[in-house]
């Protein structure tokens, strides 16, 4: 079941034009802003698909910078977003290309600044709900069917048990999960999906983890 | 969780309960919060759609000219007195149009399912409310109905122009739309189902063809259009019409029709009315020549 909640189908609240590629945008700019964790000096946007089509007379272009700027999807402050983009100090490039996506609505944004860069693949699934399929360079899978935890962290010995070891104190039960890694000893992902809701408690303290990189929850 | 309207439709009648308490208990359980906080959520989407109709109704111009007033223009021909279709069903055009103008000008809306089929379901809502005497209460059970309703179609097949062409967004809207009515109208579960399949029957194959990829033109008029089908939907759920196909099966054939849809009919403006003279024209005044790369 890829819709859960009915406010996914009385909602958002946003602004127009369109669920999925206004507001759809603006959450997967969110998720890249929020992972990214700091203001970027670069925003580099492809659109595929649908989104590659109609991104200018739809909004997507204000609404995934205004997402990566920490905007929401009823945020009064979209239309505009190119322009306080543009005084925060982001440059922004849009690109679009023609390769065949799995979704017609899809997404890679690239935030870079001196100390990184980070990248991530959304698809706009309709209704303003959205999808991660990729996440630096490892896809995701995630089932959709609960609240999902996804943690970036150093492929290092322990940190997998650190991780689940907090989440067994709180009594959270792991629905499915999937680790990843691009190569020994750097950075890898770690993609649970849980039974329960996740307090910011629990995120907060998985955070403090010596190995971890980024925290984000999913599908809620 | 439900997973198809006759689920649904059973459920709600085996237990003697409207299908919005389905849906307000459905989603208490998921979120695991309180019946009161549901409520409360979608009261405060109840009222974010009332100020949109309020906008629309002060006249409002999207940015490129395209579409606006024109929710103007019909509460004041419904006041003329010289309508034809009657005032109800009219009323119900003039706020769907006008959300969706609210819309297309980048105002706030809540989207029902999307948002450029947002006018739908307020639109005939805030047209029956009084003839049925609606009171809060009533008017946030119609979008949890709307919502159960469209939760079988999300889950099943689309909600999404690029997905399944208009059909998935102002034809799920319309369906929803007419099963809410007739729940509040005092209908069976059962009338409700109907009334969804013979909405959704009547916008198969609908195609997103949006002019200049903007949600603008024909959005706006299929919101209209969507309303005024709803309530003869709805009507004819409650004089005792059934639908020949089931429900669900009408859904997956809106789904199955969607996937056999071409692309350049499914919201990227490569066919259909969007690929008109007037339409490419249009485009041309409004976004200039197409270039692939900006800065």
């Known amino acids: 079941m890829k819709y859960r909640s009915v406010f996914d189908i009385i909602g958002p609240v946003m602004v127009g034009p369109s669920s999925s590629h206004t507001a759809g945008a603006a959450r997967i700019g969110l998720m890249a802003g929020k992972l990214f964790g700091r203001t970027p000096l670069l925003a580099h946007i492809t659109f595929y698909g649908s989104f590659a089509d109609t991104y200018r007379g739809h909004g997507t272009d204000v609404a995934i910078v205004g997402g990566i700027m920490g905007f929401d999807t009823f945020d009064l402050r979209i239309p505009q977003a190119l322009d306080i983009a543009k005084e925060r100090g982001i440059e922004v490039v849009f690109e679009t290309s023609d390769a065949l996506t799995d979704h017609p609505n ?11 860069t980070f990248e991530i693949v959304g698809i706009s699934i309709g209704g303003g709900t959205i999808e991660i399929t990729e996440l630096n360079g490892f896809p995701l899978k995630l089932s959709g069917g609960g609240p999902a935890l996804v943690v970036l962290h150093h492929d290092r010995f322990g940190a997998i048990a650190a991780v689940t070891g907090i989440l067994a104190r709180h009594e959270l039960n792991i629905g499915h999960m999937e680790v990843s890694r691009h190569e020994k000893g750097k950075q890898a992902l ?15 303290e998985i955070e403090r983890l010596p190995q971890i990189e980024r925290v984000a929850i999913f599908g809620e | 969780m439900f997973k198809s309207v006759e689920e649904l439709v059973r459920t709600a009648t085996e237990r003697g309960i409207p299908i919005s308490e389905v849906m307000i208990e459905q989603e208490v359980h998921v979120r ?20 949109a109709v309020a906008r629309a109704l002060e006249g409002v111009t999207s940015v490129t000219g395209l579409t606006g ?10 006041r003329s007195g010289k309508s034809l279709a009657g005032d109800l069903i009219l009323d119900a055009v003039a706020k769907a149009i006008g959300t969706n103008e609210v819309n297309a000008a980048m105002g706030r809306i809540c989207a029902t399912p999307t948002a450029g089929s947002a006018g739908v379901v307020p639109g005939t809502l805030f047209a029956v409310k009084e003839r049925l005497k609606m009171d809060r ?3 946030v059970r119609y979008l949890f109905t709307s919502g159960a309703f469209g939760f079988v179609v999300a889950n099943n097949a689309s909600i999404s122009g690029a997905a399944g062409g208009c059909q998935a967004e102002v034809g799920s809207a319309t369906g929803m739309a007419a099963a809410a009515i007739v729940e509040a109208a005092g209908g069976t579960p059962e009338q409700s189902a109907t009334a969804f399949a013979i909405a959704l029957k009547n916008m198969l194959g609908l195609v997103c063809d949006p002019v200049a990829g903007l949600v603008e033109v024909p959005c706006v008029k299929r919101n209209a259009m969507g ?6 939907a709805a009507d004819m759920a409650l004089a005792g019409i059934t ?7 009408v859904i997956s054939a809106m789904h199955e029709i969607g996937q056999m849809m071409p692309t350049a009919l499914k919201e990227t403006a490569r066919g259909g009315l969007a690929n ?3 339409a490419r024209r249009l485009e041309r005044n409004i976004f200039g020549e197409k270039e692939n790369v900006e800065k």
């Open chain 1, 106 to 116: 899809t997404a890679r944004v690239r935030l870079e600044d001196e100390d990184g």
């Open chain 1, 190 to 204: 770690m993609a649970i999906e849980i039974d329960d809701h996740l307090s910011k408690d629990v995120l907060a």
């Open chain 2, 32 to 51: 695991r919060s309180t019946r009161e906080d549901v409520v409360g959520m979608m009261e405060r989407n109840l009222e974010v759609m009332e100020e």
């Open chain 2, 69 to 78: 007033n024109d929710a103007v223009l019909m509460t004041d021909y419904i």
């Open chain 2, 137 to 139: 209460d009533a008017m």
């Open chain 2, 227 to 232: 309303g005024a089908n709803a309530i003869v």
């Open chain 2, 243 to 249: 639908s020949r196909i089931p429900c669900d099966e």
């Open chain 2, 276 to 278: 008109t003279p007037t």
